[in-house]
């Protein structure tokens, strides 16, 4: 039996979070989607064709919270590049690589393991505004050109310091150097900024390994901060797993697999896996208009203030919606004026 045909005139909006897999890159999964809903016949053509976006790239090597975004909801993916991120990583002591990860040659080793006493102590150095060298192997633009094409031809790149935030860093389970691997140690749940409740090993045994998880700003690269504290540590080390639980507001709770993803073409209702447009600005107020505010926002058109009276008081960005939840526009109140930052035009 066939597939039931579409109606291509209602147009998905939103964002799927995909749980990515080892070695699919960012882009690979932007296709991923464009090819389902092409096959379900939402994509569309020409004009009407829908666009897709991801709301961060996360690379190959990384598994973990994706967010793609479809159609109007690719107007906030800027937004979602601003936003914090959560990563849970493995550094294994012993070998620094040119790529800072396991696919680089080994660049510098050492015979020094740390103790979990001396993880536990460095890691506060690292917790606030931070400053980090990226990797050469970044996809950072240099010239023009992606430092990652540059050192892969050869050209000595200069890489420069940047400043980055890290709300959160805990140890979240470690492997002994005897390869007795402690697994107690569950990822700290809300990663409020301070270490809680390590696992239980002696202080003083040398461990091979440790896996951390934290909460930092945009422009973070853990492969950095795990190079920067195996450093401290008066070793070396790599990352070995990179694994994002959390971009902005979505988490792997809301994310699904590549499987899932590939019955949206096989027939499956996408409402079961689309998250609306909203639900990106969930840490900003959302609030309905009047119809005839709702049509001057469309317009292009400012509000006063003062057309708001009775109503509850905004300061900067909120979500302008009308009939009860259908999104307007992203705006803001400035000096009592009311303008649009981002029309959504949801059909």
């Not at 932007?30 to 996360?58: D, F, I, M």
């Not at 990384?62 to 550094?91: H, N, Q, W």
């Not at 040659?105 to 917790?127: G, M």
């Not at 899932?260 to 600005?281: H, Q, R, S, T, W």
Request: with cysteine; charged share 25%.
């Amino acid at each position: 039996m066939g597939k039931a045909p579409r109606d291509e005139s209602v147009k998905p909006h939103g964002w799927i979070i995909l749980d990515k897999p080892l070695e699919l890159g960012s882009t690979q999964a932007v296709g991923a989607v464009k090819r389902n809903l092409r096959e379900a016949g939402l994509l569309g053509k020409g004009k009407n064709k829908l666009k897709v976006g991801h709301g961060g790239t996360l690379d190959p090597l990384a598994t973990g919270v994706l967010p793609i975004a479809i159609g109007e909801a690719t107007k906030l993916c800027g937004r979602m590049l601003d936003a914090s991120k959560i990563y849970e990583f493995t550094i294994a002591f012993g070998s620094e690589t040119e790529t800072l990860d396991v696919e680089g040659e080994v660049t510098e080793t050492s015979d020094h393991r740390p103790t979990l006493a001396e993880v536990e102590a460095v890691l506060s150095q690292f917790i606030g505004p931070i400053e980090q060298i990226p990797p050469k192997y970044s996809a950072l633009k240099i010239d023009g050109k992606r430092a990652y094409d540059l050192a892969r031809a050869g050209v000595d790149v200069e890489m420069k310091m940047r400043t980055v935030t890290i709300f959160s860093l805990a140890i979240s389970s470690l492997e002994r150097s005897n390869g007795q691997g402690d697994r107690s140690g569950a990822m700290m749940e809300g990663l409020a900024g301070s270490n809680t409740g390590p696992p239980v090993a002696s202080h003083r045994e040398e461990i091979q390994e440790v896996t951390l998880a934290s909460n930092v700003s945009k422009g973070t690269y853990i492969r950095s901060l795990a190079r920067d504290i195996a450093r401290a540590l008066h070793t070396v080390g790599h990352v070995t797993m990179l694994r994002r639980t959390k971009a902005g507001p979505f988490t792997l709770n809301q994310a699904i697999s590549l499987d899932k993803l590939n019955e949206i073409g096989k027939g499956a209702d996408i409402k079961d896996y689309l998250l609306p447009l909203e639900a990106g600005l969930d840490d900003i107020p959302a609030f309905d208009l009047t119809p005839d505010q709702a049509r001057m926002l469309r317009q292009g058109l400012t509000l006063d203030e003062q057309d708001l009276i009775g109503n509850p008081v905004i300061n900067g960005l909120f979500l302008a919606t009308e009939n009860v939840g259908s999104p307007v526009a992203l705006a803001e109140l400035v000096d009592g004026t009311i303008k649009v930052v981002r029309g959504f035009n949801m059909e």
